[in-house]
């Protein structure tokens, strides 16, 4: 199977890594967000869910027990090309997945909602979604909801990633002071030592000397 592949695709994963938030351990404020989904929605499954290069990988996932899936499988991946709501009511109908191992497998998708996550610059980074395993409907009223937590999580992703670069900054003007001062301690250290020091200490020996002839 393939997955679809947007026109951004190159500017699209850049800007993913960019967020540098694949790959790290669950966090408390997407777990909430796929908590408060799956509670609204009444589904037993919520993801956060990124479309890498090759993979979908969740940085939430709420009663789905996988931390990826390769992405030519990924409900997600078309969910990403366009800026509404996908609905798949009935995945064993839907010509797209009804081949899916995971609709004729487990975890034997059959309803499925995502909404993306669509970032400031506007690229479609990946989707919260929703997921039940037995057919059914989605109102109007509710897929709004879901792109609005969607943007939440796009919002916490800008949060993070720039509480991330006011640390480094922070560091890196810490690093630049210390450099600073270990620069001037040197700079002090060879005046103490250097020839002109030796020479400032020859000619108050020799004053001391004279002052001290009767």
Same mark, same amino acid.
């Given at each position: 199977m393939t997955s679809p592949i947007p026109?951004?695709?190159?500017?699209? #994963?850049?800007?993913? *890594?960019?967020?540098?938030? #694949?790959?790290?351990?669950?966090?408390?404020?997407?777990?909430?967000i796929t908590r408060i989904t799956a509670a609204y929605l009444n589904v037993p499954t919520v993801l956060v869910s990124l479309i890498d290069e090759n993979r979908q990988w969740f940085k939430s996932h709420h009663g789905l027990d996988a931390e990826e899936t390769p992405r030519n499988i990924a409900f997600c991946a078309h969910s990403i090309?366009?800026?509404?709501?996908?609905?798949? *009511?009935?995945?064993?109908?839907?010509?797209?997945?009804?081949?899916n191992p995971l609709v004729l497998g487990e975890p034997n998708i059959r309803f499925y909602a995502?909404?993306? #996550?669509?970032?400031?610059?506007?690229?479609?980074?990946?989707?919260?979604?929703?997921?039940?395993y037995v057919p059914r409907e989605i109102t109007k009223a509710q897929?709004?909801?879901?792109?609005d937590l969607a943007q939440v999580v796009v919002d916490e992703m800008e949060l993070r990633i720039a509480g991330r670069k006011s640390a480094k900054e922070i560091a890196?003007?810490?690093?630049?002071?210390?450099?600073?001062?270990?620069?001037?301690?040197? #700079?002090?250290?060879?005046?103490c030592s250097g020839p002109w020091s030796t020479i400032r200490r020859l000619k108050s020996t020799s004053r001391t000397s004279r002052g001290a002839i009767p």
């Open positions: 026109e951004n695709e190159t500017e699209r #994963l850049a800007a993913l *890594e960019g967020y540098e938030i #694949l790959d790290t351990p669950p966090e408390e404020t997407f777990d909430r090309l366009n800026d509404e709501v996908l609905v798949i *009511e009935d995945a064993i109908k839907d010509k797209r997945f009804k081949d995502g909404a993306p #996550l669509r970032t400031n610059e506007g690229f479609r980074v990946g989707t919260l979604c929703a997921i039940d897929e709004l909801v879901l792109k890196e003007r810490k690093r630049l002071e210390e450099a600073h001062r270990e620069s001037e301690e040197r #700079l002090k250290a060879r005046r």
